[in-house]
């Protein structure tokens, strides 16, 4: 089933512009991760942040979790066109490897 | 990083017959890996989580007679669509982690099916 929910669903921003994407899930969890994919490929890793962190960096990335709230936020700084793609968020699965995905934010970035 | 490799990356079949998806752990052993499936511009969806030598688990709603999943080595699950349907259509994608506690996750390339 459905645990993360991003917010908004889609995103269309311009270049340089910083893009913020947010997840909310219900369970607890051990960690959180964002994933991108590009139309119609597989899924890119992009950060995992853990239960007892807050904020994490990732070049112009940038996550935070929120475990009171259930919620992460994703924001992608100085976007490029290079950016447009799916991006979700998963948390824990019942079996501890597999993961719960969220719907998915689709970020789309103006030339 | 550790590498999952999904083949075929397309397949476009007939109606009633089956297709065969495979995916590989290249560099590491995976004794447990995952299967999703993805419908267009959605989120995707635990189908069943491979067990290497024994059975498959599915999840609800997800029927095992029609995706026969087999994880017959630490490196190997396949994934057989049978008597595939049009409503079969859809991206596959598998999934595997380093270790047992289940951090960052090696997706494949996924699997575009479309049943004509």
């Known amino acids: 089933s459905q645990q993360g929910e991003e917010d908004p669903q889609a995103l269309s921003i311009q270049e340089g512009e910083n893009a913020t994407m947010n997840c909310s899930y219900k369970?607890?969890?051990?960690?959180l991760q964002w994933y991108r994919q590009n139309s119609g490929r597989g899924l890119v890793h992009l950060i995992l942040i853990r239960s007892n962190e807050r904020e994490k960096h990732s070049g112009r990335l940038r996550v935070t979790l929120d475990t009171s709230k259930k919620s992460s936020s994703l924001l992608i700084t100085a976007s490029r066109a290079a950016d447009t793609a799916s991006y979700f968020c998963?948390?824990?699965?019942?079996?501890?490897?597999?993961?719960?995905f969220g719907p998915g934010t689709r970020l789309s970035v103006l030339p | 990083g550790a590498v999952v490799s999904q083949h075929p990356s397309r397949v476009i079949c007939k109606s009633g017959t089956s297709v065969k998806i495979e995916c590989r752990s290249l560099d590491f052993q995976a004794t447990t890996m995952f299967w999703y499936r993805q419908f267009p511009k959605k989120s995707l969806m635990l189908m069943a989580t491979s067990n290497e030598g024994s059975k498959a688990t599915y999840e609800q709603g997800v029927e095992k007679d029609k995706f026969l999943i087999n994880h017959a080595s630490l490196t190997l699950s396949t994934l057989t669509v049978t008597s595939a349907h049009p409503e079969d259509s859809s991206f596959y994608i598998c999934?595997?982690?380093?270790?047992?506690?289940?951090?960052?996750?090696?997706f494949g390339q996924g699997t575009r099916l479309t049943v004509v």
């Open positions: 998963a948390t824990d699965g019942s079996y501890g490897q597999n993961f719960v």
């Open positions: 999934s595997a982690t380093l270790g047992s506690m289940g951090t960052e996750a090696f």
């Open positions: 369970t607890s969890i051990n960690n």
